[in-house]
């Protein structure tokens, strides 16, 4: 697979957020850097014992399939609820994608022999675009730590660079979709009837604060997923200060997110938050 690295035209110059321009952009530069990679044809390397050991003892293969599952049917739904036709076309992309990573777990548990009993049961959402607020920013915070968690183990050599290199494009996907929601959502709030906006703003907030508690939670134990993203580095048994894991996740969501036209927002809420953390942690 061959990770598609930007979008083609460089910026042309400022955008008023939430015009018909905006509009475009975001959903041009989202549907232009599609990578029609197929998981059926991906060549998934042989591994030595202990490599294999390594990679079916982690502990969120089924939590990682489960929530490819529910992400592709939340943005489905939002898809086919969405009235303008160009963010329809890339809404529907963006469920294509996440249901792709699904299959390209499951071909890849299947090929190792990891044993996994996903509950893959259909979704019911009476509000899409509820649902999408909260995939959105869920992914927001879990792809800034996956960024960081990526080059760990691409770095350390845990796993070997033929299956690392078989994830890129994968987690450049997430960078996309993230990109994308930032700013769907500040177009959505800027089209909105004025009357209306204060109410968006609320379901943004709600579902914003939602998912920060949960990932909180997630932190602290509460569920596995966790290891997915904030606690991964854990879970791969690389030991990495706090302070280093998080200027590592900044770097590389920065890397990440450069690829793409400077005029775009950039999802900040997680960047932002560690950058005010970071003075009041220790320098190791």
Partial sequence: MTAVVSAARPPEGPIRIGSEEHKRLFCRVFLDTFDPYKPAVIPWPRLDPDALARLTGL???QMAVETEHEAGGRMQAAADASADPLIREAIALNAFEE???KIVLENMIRFYGIEIAPDLQPLHLPDPEWAFLQTG??????SFFAFGLFRIAKDSGYFPPELV?????????EARHILFFANWVAYMQANRPLA???????RRLR???????????FARGGDNRSSMTMDGHKSIG???SPRKF????????????SRYDTRLLRPNFMPALVRLALPFMGRT
């Fill in 59 to 61: 502990p969120f293969w």
């Fill in 99 to 101: 249901n792709r990573h």
């Fill in 137 to 142: 920013y869920g992914e927001a915070f879990d």
């Fill in 165 to 173: 290199e078989v994830f890129e494009p994968v987690i450049q996907e």
């Fill in 196 to 202: 209306a906006r204060p109410f968006f703003l609320a």
């Fill in 207 to 217: 579902a914003l604060a939602g998912k920060a508690w949960n990932r909180l939670q």
């Fill in 238 to 240: 690389i030991s990495l």
């Fill in 246 to 257: 998080f200027e590592l996740c900044l770097a590389e969501n920065d890397r990440r997110m």
